[in-house]
């Protein structure tokens, strides 16, 4: 099993940013991929941004350009940089990871205000 706790969200201005740290525990050695999703009431859980353990990055097109990816491997800590914040990104943030199974973190609220 692989537990993910999440921190770094909270309430920021348009054009702010934030950071996202999830940190993994447990069966960590197995792990082929970690992301971040995010999800607002009655919306689908939508993808964000997902990283592989070769270093591939994937991001959704609405955050390309904006927020970044990375893994700590040594801390089995994954980060989302998120810059230049809109409105439109308040939502909750869900930690995830792979390892053929499929583990989520207990998710973080972020919101951008106008």
């Known amino acids: 099993q692989v537990q993910l706790v999440e921190s770094g969200g909270g309430l920021v201005q348009s054009g702010g940013s934030l950071r996202l740290s999830c940190a993994a525990s447990?069966?960590?050695?197995?792990?082929?991929?970690m992301g971040w999703y995010r999800q607002v009431p009655g919306k689908v859980r939508e993808s964000v941004a997902r990283?592989?353990?070769?270093?591939?990055?994937n991001y959704a097109d609405s955050v390309k350009g904006r927020f970044t990816i990375s893994r700590d491997n040594a801390l089995n800590t994954v980060y989302l940089q998120m810059n230049s914040l809109k409105p439109e990104d308040t939502a909750v943030y869900y930690c995830?990871?792979?390892?053929?199974?499929?583990?989520w973190g207990q998710g973080t609220q972020v919101t951008v205000s106008s």
């Open positions: 447990g069966r960590t050695f197995r792990i082929y991929a």
């Open positions: 995830n990871a792979q390892d053929g199974l499929t583990y």
């Open positions: 990283i592989a353990n070769g270093g591939t990055t």
